[in-house]
């Protein structure tokens, strides 16, 4: 859910969603580019959740008019889009595990049907 969905309205006073940006001004923001960074170590080459919600604290710094903050995400974001992919072993790897027994299975190579006879057509029947 986006910060600046209708729903936080609901799910926090404005006490609570003020409380929330400080927190995020005063412990996450500070800690961008240090040891202590909180950016993970490789990503998601698309859609990575984490990115998501870097862009999603920007634009509710933005609207909440907190340029300087704002432009910490920008930062984040910037240096986050330099991490690594993360690496897919599930796509890279697509060979069958040879002791993975489907002899009892059709798999995509078997003949399900005998093949038609040579001389029909799939129309013969529909001609009648």
């Not at 170590?41 to 862009?55: S, T």
């Amino acid at each position: 859910m986006a910060l600046h969905d209708p729903a936080w309205q609901v799910l926090l006073s404005p006490a609570e969603r003020a409380k929330l940006m400080d927190t995020v001004r005063t412990e996450l923001v500070p800690r961008f580019g240090t040891d202590d960074d909180p950016l993970p170590g490789e990503r998601e080459e698309d859609q990575d959740p984490f990115e998501a919600a870097l862009y999603e604290y920007r634009e509710a710094f933005k609207d909440a008019d907190d340029p300087p903050t704002a432009a910490a995400f920008d930062e984040a974001i910037d240096a986050f889009r330099e991490t690594p992919t993360a690496f897919r072993a599930d796509y890279e790897d697509c060979r069958p595990d040879p002791d993975y027994d489907t002899s009892d299975r059709a798999g995509y190579r078997s003949t399900l049907a005998p093949r038609p006879t040579a001389g029909r057509s799939i129309f013969d029947d529909v001609d009648r």
